[in-house]
């Protein structure tokens, strides 16, 4: 005999928090606003934004979005090996320490946390290379800090990894929705 009675179960809900430590990561969350003589740079939120937009045009039977949301998920592995490979490169300057000096983590004092509201997994892989980047300049920073690399190498190993997200979150921007449909294209 089956109870004939109706559960009233609301949505579920989690609670996602992102802690940077370090000023670079944060202007990459942050992107930057148009001044007059600058142009402005999409941060991960605008880039989130974008793939909400990017999703709606799948839902709506778009192939165009279909088509640029492959692009996207190709890009983020193609950031995160090229992430893998500059932490790769890190690992080997950081194994020239003498073997009698030990150095922990550097983390801030005072990190950034961030509420996290994405609605899209791509989104969220997007932050894992942001923290890998928040981690990866903690490391070049300390590397730096001991005398491993100068700061010529500094700053290029920084822009590098930068550059990564930046060419990520620039791709999304190319994206404009078509207004067609898969039923558009086999008529």
């Known amino acids: 005999m089956a109870d004939n009675f109706q559960l009233n179960l609301g949505s579920l809900r989690s609670s996602v928090n992102l802690t940077l430590h370090t000023h670079h990561a944060s202007r990459l969350w942050f992107g930057r606003q148009r001044t007059e003589g600058k142009p402005g740079m999409i941060g991960l939120s605008g880039f989130a934004n974008i793939l909400n937009r990017i999703k709606r045009g799948c ?105 990564i997200l930046r060419r990520l979150f620039g791709l999304s921007q190319r994206w404009k929705f078509s207004g067609a449909s898969r039923d558009d294209f086999a008529a």
Do not use: C
């Not at 893998?84 to 004092?109: F, H, T, W, Y």
């Not at 920073?141 to 005398?147: D, F, I, K, P, R």
């Open 59 to 163: 839902e709506q039977d778009d192939p165009y979005s279909d088509w640029f949301l492959i692009l996207i998920e190709e890009k983020i592995e193609a950031s995160e090996q090229e992430m893998k490979d500059i932490d790769a490169r890190l690992d080997e300057v950081m194994a020239s320490l003498p073997p009698m000096l030990s150095i922990g983590q550097n983390l801030s004092v005072q990190p950034v946390t961030l509420p996290l509201f994405l609605s899209t997994p791509l989104a969220f892989k997007a932050v894992f290379l942001l923290t890998a980047y928040d981690e990866l300049v903690r490391r070049i920073l300390l590397a730096s800090h001991v005398g491993l690399i100068d700061n010529n190498a500094k700053g290029q190993w920084l822009d590098e990894g930068a550059a």
